[in-house]
């Protein structure tokens, strides 16, 4: 056979081929779906809110500074708390839990600083209470008093005097 028809003959070869292979349905491999992850970060002077949704379920952790020698809940974390509210209300199908922890520096006798901590953290679980409806059962409030103070300067003291909020629960869809 002539050599060009033989070439002639592999080329229709080879583009029937791929008319045949682009015609076909591709196969599909079952995946798990990547989830959905968003995050928000809201930051004021005295308080930060930190919150990371993976698909329906979300984790919200917030702080909360405080003045020396007060449980005084400040304008910041009250501002911080009723956005969160309002973002998420009617939204929330499961609360799973709800945990308020407060602290204290190193200043004072220990056992003032201990009940320094309970107040806060009961200050912002009456605040929480207050805005939602949601009962204090339903709010676990612990004060851990000086017992993660590590400031030494003005500066770090105040940042050990703070609340720390985590909430975490299921979104409706």
Known sequence: MNKTIVIIIVLIALAVGLVM???RTP????????????????IAETAVSHTVVVDD?????????FP????????????IIDERIAKYRGKVQDMLDIDVVGYADSVGA?????????ERAQAVADYIDAQTGIPHHKIKTRGKGES????D????QAMDRRVIINVTGTLVE
Do not use: W
Not at 57 to 65: E, R, T, V
Not at 148 to 151: L, N, P
């Open 21 to 23: 292979c682009m015609d």
């Open 27 to 42: 196969i599909e491999v079952a995946t798990e779906e990547e989830p959905l992850v968003s995050q928000e970060l809201i």
């Open 57 to 65: 379920h979300f984790s919200l952790d917030g702080a909360i500074l």
């Open 68 to 79: 020396f020698d007060s449980a005084v809940l400040s304008d910041d974390g009250k501002a």
């Open 110 to 118: 220990e056992d003032y600083n201990q009940t320094l901590s309970v």
């Open 148 to 151: 993660r103070a590590e400031g």
């Open 153 to 156: 300067t003005a500066e770090d």
